[in-house]
């Protein structure tokens, strides 16, 4: 029997979730097994990025986005509430020499999915180059992951 952590926060939904974004389904004793980085609570998905921030981070006024400072860690500590023009991509996409902030972009111009956009990735078809600048604070220059 697992039991609620301690430190961990009860979401609306009735499940809990800890600072590090393992979430814990109270009636199966177990915790739930993100696919790809969303969890399905009570019939509605949710990223485990924004259940983390929901519970633990502080919102500041108008900000509706959330930022990894750096890498891929759910941890509280690593997220940050955004507004809207604070948002750039860390990445550029490149592919025949057209640019794109995002996957979903370059996806929708090929007419084609996020996953297949993603193995393009990875075999080299498609090229990232770093979009970080130095007057946004909240971009980490050790990072050059996709936006959502």
Not at 81 to 91: D, F, N
């Amino acid at each position: 029997m697992l039991g609620i952590l301690p430190h961990s926060r009860p979401h609306s939904s009735g499940y809990y979730v800890t600072e590090s974004g393992k979430v814990y389904h109270p009636l199966s004793d177990d915790y739930l097994s993100p696919i790809a980085g969303r969890v399905r609570l009570r019939g509605q998905w949710y990223t485990v990025t924004l259940l983390v921030a929901s519970l633990y981070c502080p919102r500041p006024t108008g900000a509706t986005r959330i930022r990894k400072r750096r890498g891929q860690s759910n941890h509280y500590s690593n997220l940050i509430w955004i507004k809207p023009e604070q948002h750039t991509p860390r990445a550029i996409l490149q592919y025949n020499d057209l640019e794109f902030p995002t996957v979903k972009d370059l996806a929708k111009h090929l007419a084609v999915s996020s996953m297949k956009v993603h193995r393009m990735i990875k075999s080299g078809v498609v090229t990232r180059r770093s979009a970080v600048s130095e007057s946004n604070p909240h971009l980490s220059t050790s990072s050059a992951a996709d936006t959502e």
